[in-house]
């Protein structure tokens, strides 16, 4: 009860990119939904480009709205058609709430529902808030013995393992990881777990780069954009330590030279997945690609994935998740948090807001 007194702080994104935080009405609770007290939050880095550019691809900041999507909490308040949450459960928010009628989400593919209502990309307001009423269905419980921070990982780690279960590398697998963000890195940790090796992990930055050799990952390769086509390859063939080069690239930049080296290292027949999202438009090999029978998968956010991660990450076997956290601020320190995981001197990789 001490909790309900405290003010409910969000906090807000403006079309003109200006961040601020403002305490909201205590929320009320609708039939299908549960009140959560959100005790742990990741930033996003697209949370920090729609502060800094006011957009993502089509998807404008049009009036100010409430960021967040990579949330845990606990239950305060069950609506009166909830069945099988308490009052007290821990959970992870799956922020993306599908319509449930369509033909996409009846065919089990959810995440391309056309009527999505995604936490903190507009026109949705997120979970960037210390009470946020959520729809029951998309509430999943944490075991006890996982933190909220942990809990608040589910939401990235569940973009790679989407990307895995699209890819399915095998067991031996080669593969290259380009990008060692917090996307990158969570790929690398989903694709050692699906048995991928060697995995190779691409950046542009040295010190990105060493935050993958502190979670276990030592083939690294810094990109030089000079490099050309067989460079890269043999560069790649280097690090990889085997004959072969990689059978699938997981893209996690969306930068276009990272896409095109994603290319040059793929060995023939070899799967581009891409992950990151970069412009609108980028233009690709295709002629060479098509020469080598490269495929393109793409994966976008996830479906089914949170009970399935929630036991991987419980269980160990993804290995040391928490190692992707760098930073934690309290909720009343969101703007310093915003700063930090801006301010690429600051070698964030992910930053998270708490509040016991
Ligand atoms: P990030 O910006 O923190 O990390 C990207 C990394 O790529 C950085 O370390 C950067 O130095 C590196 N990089 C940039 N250009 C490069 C190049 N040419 N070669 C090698 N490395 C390069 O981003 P993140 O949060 O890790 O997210 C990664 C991407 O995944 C973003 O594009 C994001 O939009 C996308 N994403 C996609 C989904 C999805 O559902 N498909 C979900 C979440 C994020
Ligand atoms: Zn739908």
Redo the contacts with the bound molecule.
């Keep these: 009860t001490e909790v309900l007194t405290r003010p409910n702080l969000a906090l807000w994104v403006t079309k003109d990119h200006k961040i601020y935080q403002k305490e909201e009405p205590y929320p009320a609770c609708p039939p299908d939904d549960c009140i959560v007290h959100v005790k742990a939050t990741g930033i ?3 949370e920090i ?1 729609f502060w800094k550019s006011g957009r ?1 691809g089509d998807c404008c900041v049009t009036h100010d709205i409430i960021l967040g999507h990579e949330s845990s909490g606990q239950i305060l308040e069950v609506g009166s058609n909830v069945k099988g949450l308490q009052i007290g459960d821990r959970v992870s928010i799956e922020p993306g709430v599908s319509c449930w009628e369509c033909d996409m989400c009846i065919r089990g593919r959810y995440n391309l529902c056309p009527k999505v209502k995604f936490s903190g990309t507009p026109p949705s307001d997120g979970t960037m808030r210390r009470f946020v009423a959520h729809p029951a269905r998309f509430l999943h419980k944490i075991p006890d013995t996982m933190s909220y921070a942990t809990g608040a990982l589910i939401e ?1 780690l569940s ?1 790679a393992y ?2 895995v279960v699209r890819a399915k590398p095998y067991l031996g697998q080669p593969v290259v990881i ?8 969570a790929m690398a940790l989903c694709a050692r777990a699906a048995g991928a090796f060697p995995i190779v992990i ?4 040295q010190n ?1 780069l060493e935050q993958a050799h502190t979670l276990g990952f030592n083939r690294t390769l810094k ?1 030089d ?1 000079s490099w050309d086509r067989l460079t890269t390859a043999a560069k790649i063939r280097e690090v990889m330590g085997t004959s072969c080069l990689p059978q699938i690239a997981f893209e ?4 276009a ?2 896409i095109n ?1 994603a290319c040059y290292a793929l060995e023939d027949g070899g799967t581009l997945l ?5 412009k609108p438009e980028v233009e690709l090999p295709l002629m060479s690609m098509g020469f080598r029978e490269v495929n393109i998968i ?5 479906q089914q994935s949170w009970p399935v991660v929630i036991r991987l990450v419980n269980e160990g076997v993804l290995g040391d998740v928490d190692g992707l956290i760098t930073h934690t601020f309290p909720v009343e320190k969101t703007i310093d948090a915003f700063e930090t995981c801006a301010d690429r001197s600051k070698l964030a990789i992910k930053v998270q807001i708490v509040d016991e």
Excluded: W
């Design positions: 996003c880095g697209s480009h993502i990235p973009v989407n990307a380009c990008g060692a963000g917090p996307i990158g890195l691409t950046d542009l930055e990105r990109i954009l996690c930049t969306g930068a030279s990272s080296a891409q992950v990151g999202c970069g793409t994966s976008f956010r996830y």
